[in-house]
């Protein structure tokens, strides 16, 4: 049984900082991506980073958020300084199983990912 847990959300003042954890226990020969996404009511979940090969980041948080990963932990995480208001959201892990890692664009697409955590909110305060 395949499960994201996510840690690390909360509340902050916007420049303020937080750290996103997500443990995965997923045993597979194949390839996995990982990938943050986060969802405001009212709107579609949206990409914000993922990383295979290679990172990638929405353009909205290049330069703010660092996306990194422990193989050996299982372990991928966020790391979000400089926060704003506009990031304000709850923020999922996914896990997208493959023989390859997801490149741009369809690394940015939800539909690709296999496995979600619960989601975590994160809240910024002006």
């Known amino acids: 049984q395949v499960q994201l847990v996510e840690s690390g959300g909360g509340s902050v003042q916007a420049g303020g900082s937080l750290k996103l954890s997500c443990a995965y226990s997923l045993r597979t020969r194949r390839v996995v991506t990982m990938a943050w996404f986060r969802q405001v009511p009212g709107k579609e979940r949206e990409f914000v980073s993922a990383?295979?090969?290679?990172?990638y980041y929405t353009e909205s948080v290049k330069g703010r958020f660092t996306i990194s990963r422990d193989n050996a932990e299982n372990t991928v995480s966020l790391q979000m300084n400089r926060l704003e208001p506009e990031d304000t959201a709850v923020y999922y892990c996914?896990?997208?199983?493959?023989?390859?890692?997801?490149?741009?664009?369809?690394?940015?697409?939800?539909?690709?990912?296999?496995?979600w955590g619960q989601g975590t909110q994160v809240t910024v305060s002006s």
């Open positions: 990383i295979g090969w290679s990172t």
């Open positions: 996914a896990a997208g199983v493959s023989s390859y890692y997801y490149t741009w664009p369809s690394i940015r697409e939800s539909s690709e990912y296999n496995y």
